[in-house]
């Protein structure tokens, strides 16, 4: 969930930092290393939303009835009025359905995937697991992001929380810097867990965000 290259170091000095904080704080830091959850991998390997998205979107639309302005998913792809960076999932989605025997491998995967999770957790005694939300920066509107571990959330049901864990240094297209996110990841049904972890971290953390909004608020109102 740490990335190892150049374009990763920023934001892994970003969650470090934030990790350190949690420690001050009085949180137990355990280091674990699981196999297999690298987000991209996960996305390509594990992921059914695209075998799920037309039969589940054209359920959607026929529970609207006559309220639907349209009635089937290629309906949507055939009007042009997607946006151009979902060309691709939309198209690919239109050869997919849960009937396929990928569909059904995935979905034994996925279950493999949860119970891995839920028993590192119960061996390492955790509460939740904490990394980046994206390996690397969030990039321009309009590019591809890679890195997403949120995706872990996505994939395996479990619920999970963002808040801000800081921020990239300021660069002339982000003049206040870019912010960065921090994931707590829980086992199903932990979400009072979760937001107390989030919660507790933002108000130990407040004062830095307070000033760093302070700092730069010229460079704020500038960029926007």
């Given at each position: 969930m740490f990335g190892s290259e150049p374009e990763h170091a920023v934001v892994n000095e970003v969650i470090n930092a934030a990790i350190a904080q949690m420690r001050q704080q009085g949180a137990i830091i355990?280091?674990?290393?699981?196999?297999?959850?690298?987000?991209?991998?996960?996305?390509?390997?594990?992921?059914?939303h695209l075998y799920?998205?037309?039969?589940?979107?054209?359920?959607?639309?026929?529970?609207?009835?006559?309220?639907?302005?349209?009635?089937?998913?290629?309906?949507?792809?055939?009007?042009?009025?997607?946006?151009?960076?979902?060309?691709?999932?939309?198209?690919?989605?239109?050869?997919?359905?849960?009937?396929?025997?990928?569909?059904?491998t995935r979905l034994l995967q996925r279950l493999e995937l949860q119970q891995t999770i839920v028993k590192a957790m119960a061996d390492c005694q955790l509460d939740a697991f904490v990394y980046p939300h994206q390996?690397?920066?969030?990039?321009p509107i309009g590019e591809s992001q890679i890195g997403r571990n949120g995706v872990l959330g996505a994939i395996t049901g479990f619920p999970a929380i963002t808040v801000p864990a800081g921020f990239s240094p300021q660069s002339k297209s982000?003049?206040?810097?870019?912010?960065?996110?921090?994931?707590?990841?829980?086992?199903?049904?932990?979400?009072?867990?979760?937001?107390?972890?989030?919660y507790s971290f933002e108000q130990a953390t407040t004062i830095v965000v307070l000033l760093l909004v302070r700092l730069h608020l010229p460079a704020l109102l500038e960029y926007f």
């Open positions: 355990v280091p674990v290393n699981i196999a297999g959850l690298d987000a991209d991998q996960l996305v390509s390997d594990v992921s059914v799920e998205l037309k039969p589940h979107l054209q359920s959607y639309l026929q529970s609207l009835g006559s309220a639907a302005p349209v009635k089937t998913f290629d309906e949507i792809v055939a009007s042009g009025k997607t946006h151009p960076s979902l060309k691709d999932i939309l198209q690919k989605a239109q050869s997919l359905s849960t009937n396929d025997p990928e569909y059904k390996k690397q920066l969030v990039v982000a003049p206040i810097g870019v912010p960065v996110g921090i994931e707590f990841l829980g086992r199903p049904w932990s979400e009072p867990i979760l937001l107390r972890l989030a």
